[in-house]
């Protein structure tokens, strides 16, 4: 029973948060909110430890869909990164500002990329690519997501600074506008780097926000060096280039992990 304690772990603290956010801020959207959140994540991980082949793009399709069709189109929110700003500037804690708190700021600290791996809906498009492991060394184009974190970030406070009028129609074209645009870029990148998740290695804002904090994670993919062969599959089917059988927190790209499990299902001797 002890391989299905992180599934009920993971469940617990989005219960936590959802109950939390329910009293606190008087509102039971929180609490269906992040009950189906972690009900979707804890049923995806109970699927990974039984080895069901789809488990993983299951719970992408039940939070990402959810996350951008109810929250993002029906109920007009953006949670896009804009949405954060906009939240953070008006001085509300609201929607995008609790989603970048629970999923993208503090959250790594426990689970690192998962959000990357299991919920993001631009990955979720982009994981039914058929480049899903990289097929060329990384590039060094990392500093591109940091001109678009700055971009989103002038972007809205040029809004406030010019006091534009009927902004939370803005926020809600800015949504879908963006989303747009990150699929195409996605789509793009993949093509020609040949690599299903170059969008999320050189271009993904989130990441400046993920990567700092993931270098802490409690949750990490951990390598049994006694029964490691170095055969190095589990380098040549990481997304991200991950070097797992280092168990140092220094080990390369270790803060763009995404807990996919590719490296564990594939690993012949089961070291990870």
Not at 10 to 19: G, K, N, R, Y
Not at 122 to 140: H, N
Not at 142 to 162: D, E, K, P, Q
Request: hydrophobic share 50%.
């Amino acid at each position: 029973m002890k391989k299905y304690l992180p599934p009920v772990v993971m469940l617990a603290v989005f219960e936590t948060i959802a109950v939390t956010l329910w009293l606190t801020k008087d509102n039971i959207f929180y609490l269906f909110n992040f009950s189906y959140i972690g009900c979707s994540i804890a049923l995806g991980m109970f699927l990974l430890i039984g080895k069901r082949k789809n488990a993983r793009r299951i719970v992408q399709l039940l939070v990402g869909l959810y996350m951008l069709v109810y929250l993002g189109l029906i109920c007009r929110e953006n949670m896009q990164i804009e949405g954060f700003w906009y939240y953070l500037f008006t001085g509300v804690f609201e929607a995008a500002t609790i989603h970048y708190a629970v999923a993208k700021i503090f959250g790594p600290l426990l689970f690192g990329r998962g959000w990357c791996g299991y919920a993001c809906w631009t990955a979720m498009l982009l994981d039914f690519l058929p480049y899903k492991t990289p097929s060329g060394p990384r590039r060094k184009l990392g500093w591109i997501r940091y001109v678009s974190f700055a971009a989103s970030l002038a972007f809205v406070a040029a809004l406030f600074l010019a006091r534009v009028g009927n902004i939370e129609r803005i926020m809600f074209l800015a949504f879908i506008v963006g989303n747009a645009l990150y699929y195409a870029v996605g789509i793009a990148l993949a093509y020609a780097f040949k690599d299903n998740r170059a969008f999320c290695k050189y271009v993904c804002p989130v990441a400046v926000f993920l990567k700092p904090m993931s270098y802490f994670a409690l949750i990490r993919i951990r390598c049994d060096k006694s029964r490691c062969v170095s055969c190095g599959k589990c380098k040549r089917v990481c997304p991200m280039d991950v070097d797992v059988t280092d168990n140092s927190r220094k080990r390369a790209n270790g803060t763009e992990c995404i807990l996919c499990m590719e490296c564990v299902k594939n690993c012949p001797k089961k070291a990870l």
